[in-house]
């Protein structure tokens, strides 16, 4: 909806942390006792500046394909020289576990500004699971903070490569009481936390999405961690994939990575997927440097190296540019190729609004496309007027979505939808209709069933807003609307 992008990037519904990737903060977990001491585990995915927390400067990836080799699925790599890890705890003693491998680099570990350890995470052969590679010397019980820098010293033997993995930390505290006569039984591995209650002893199904369903299906829950989180607990299913909309005032604004912190800590970039709206120009007009772009590449590519990246989204959404194809069209190239170039795994939309352009754009969206740059081609759809549950005119008017989707097909990419869902903030609007979800999904699962692969990504725009009160969670206004799509999302599955 070209009106009411304009907020979206000003608006800061999480706290700006320049150049961090943390997802969210997970718990502790306390590990089975000890009758010496109380130990307790601060996995990688406890992101935060609080104690019991990991706080990650940029430079640090999430792992990919060994991701088992971690006790929760979980461990981060970097390779960049000076990219720091900093834990806050509260003991008398910590240790790192990390993965040892053939090309392995030294860290340093330095606990509340002392003299910098050295860690070595080589060894001749890679470790089948993560493993113990440094331990602290005996502190005072008490509150300390232990800094993990990255460095660019090797092992004599280290070779093919370089980086520095982190698992977690395991901190001995002071001295606890047995909760039983016995140790129990070794603590088995919590399954990903994205998945609700009900299934968390399932295996992941057929389709290879956490939520079920034959694509990837989630949405915008206002930059807010905890509300994807209830809003996945509340349709009985996890979402796979988490909108965001970096601020777009100017490059500055942009390349603050604030936005890197919406995603919730259940959030696993090797299936689940970011989708960043980024816009060609930002509101002053400024296209943006070479550095710039690539910062930007380096800084979604830290949260999902294979995110979706809605480049230039409703064409450039609100204040747009999109007045000329062919400047369009060569603006797109260069970001998409920088983006591609820093981030080889990024995936590029092609993203614009159902049906006819707004006044003052190209009067043909279709001419903005730039073939062999996109990897997938979206629109946002809205209930606007004519409701969808009293004319079918949004599926087979021109550049309504039958003929979006054709034309993606005909470029032989698959199809999304970047933004959709029932409106009641107008009086033009469809209002709480469940009509529109059933005729949404029925749609969707017609395709794919069709087309196998042709709906790459489905997120449902989750703002409970003055202007659009799009919300299906909480309910309220949409309570009909929210009891049809969450029986549709728990019966269709892959």
């Known amino acids: 909806m070209i009106v009411r992008g304009w907020f979206r990037g000003a608006r800061r519904w999480w706290p700006a942390v320049a150049g961090a990737i943390a997802l969210g903060a997970a718990a502790v977990v306390t590990l089975p006792w000890s009758a010496a001491a109380a130990e307790t585990s601060i996995q990688d995915t406890a992101r935060g500046t609080g104690t019991g927390q990991v706080q990650f400067s940029a430079g640090w990836h999430f792992c990919s394909g060994t991701c088992s080799k971690a006790s929760d699925r979980s461990y981060v790599w970097s390779e960049v020289t000076g990219a720091t890890a900093t834990i806050r705890f ?5 240790s790192l576990f990390g993965v040892k491998e ?11 500004g002392g003299v910098p350890a050295d860690v070595d995470e080589y060894a001749a052969t890679a470790t089948a699971t993560a493993v113990k ?3 602290s010397p005996s502190l005072a019980d008490g509150p300390h903070t232990l800094v993990l820098r990255m460095t660019n010293r090797k092992h004599p033997a280290s070779a093919g490569g370089r980086s520095f993995t982190f698992d977690r930390a395991d901190v001995l505290g002071g001295p606890a009481t047995p909760a039983a006569p016995s140790p129990p039984a070794k603590a088995k591995a919590a399954p990903p936390p994205s998945l609700p209650a009900a299934t968390k002893s399932a295996p992941f199904p057929r389709s290879g999405r956490a939520s079920g369903l034959p694509w990837s299906d989630g949405g ?7 509300q994807a989180d209830a809003f996945a607990a509340w349709r009985g299913r996890p979402v796979d994939n988490i909108v965001a909309f970096p601020a777009r005032e100017t490059w500055p604004l942009l390349l603050d990575e604030w936005w890197a912190d919406t995603v919730p800590a259940s959030f696993r970039a090797t299936w689940d997927d970011f989708i960043v709206a980024v816009p060609l120009w930002t509101d002053d007009g400024n296209a943006g440097t070479d550095a710039d772009w690539r910062t930007l590449a380096a800084g979604i590519a830290a949260v999902d190296g294979d995110a979706y990246v809605r480049l230039g989204w409703e064409m450039n959404c609100c204040t747009s540019l999109a007045t000329d194809a062919a400047a369009w069209r060569a603006q797109f190239t260069r970001a998409a190729g920088l983006l591609k170039a820093a981030a080889p795994g990024l995936r590029i939309v092609f993203n614009p609004n159902e049906g006819a352009s707004e006044p003052n754009l190209v009067a043909d969206a279709s001419t903005l496309f730039v073939d062999g740059l996109v990897d997938v081609v979206a629109i946002d759809a809205y209930d606007w007027y004519p409701a969808y549950s009293t004319s079918d005119v949004h599926f087979t008017k021109r550049y309504g979505w039958n003929w979006w989707y054709d034309f993606a097909q005909s470029k032989g990419l698959p199809f999304a939808l970047g933004e959709f869902s029932v409106a009641t903030g107008d009086p033009g609007a469809g209002g709480d209709d469940p009509a529109y979800f059933t005729k949404v999904y029925h749609w969707l699962s017609a395709k794919q069933t069709a087309r196998p692969g042709s709906i790459a990504f489905v997120s449902l725009f989750n703002e409970p807003d003055t202007y659009c009160q799009c919300n299906v969670y909480p309910t309220t206004p949409n309570p009909a609307a929210a009891a049809r799509y969450r029986e549709l999302v728990n019966s269709l599955t892959g």
């Open 90 to 94: 509260t003991g008398r003693q910590i």
């Open 102 to 112: 053939p090309f392995s680099y030294i860290a340093t570990a330095s606990i509340d």
């Open 133 to 135: 590679v440094w331990v």
């Open 220 to 226: 915008y829950f206002l930059h807010d961690p905890a």
